[in-house]
Nanobody, 120 residues
Framework: QVQLVESGGRLVQAGESLRLSCGGSGSDGTLMAAGWYRQAPGLQREWVAAISRSGRTNYVDSVKGRFTISRDNAKNSIYLQMNSLKAEDTAVYYC??????????????WGRGTQVTVSS
């Protein structure tokens, strides 16, 4: 089973950019779809973005045009580029791998998360 480790979360100002990274080990993550989720204080965990094995991407409406998910299969890594950050993007961000069926994404492995805090 693949293990996932996120990095890159930190405190930033509103309007700034940040890139989260996720490294996978223990299995061939290139065979799987991948995605990012986030959980803000007091709220339920929310799906943010997903990318299929072929590179097709999908996003929650609130981040479309600001966030970009990508993958580097040679490095077994997944990224989330976040631009024009807002205070409401503050959350713990989780990297996942799983299965994509059409536009639906089903995670089955989770990282431990990385904290992103956006100060207004």
């Amino acid at each position: 089973q693949v293990q996932l480790v996120e990095s890159g979360g930190r405190l930033v100002q509103a309007g700034e950019s940040l890139r989260l990274s996720c490294g996978g080990s223990g299995s061939d993550g290139t065979l799987m779809a991948a995605g990012w989720y986030r959980q803000a204080p007091g709220l339920q965990r929310e799906w943010v973005a997903a990318i299929s094995r072929s590179g097709r991407t999908n996003y929650v409406d609130s981040v479309k045009g600001r966030f970009t998910i990508s993958r580097d299969n040679a490095k077994n890594s997944i990224y989330l580029q976040m631009n024009s950050l807002k205070a409401e993007d503050t959350a713990v961000y989780y990297c996942t791998v799983g299965t994509a069926l059409g536009t639906q994404y089903y995670p089955n492995t989770w990282g431990r998360g990385t904290q992103v805090t956006v100060s207004s």
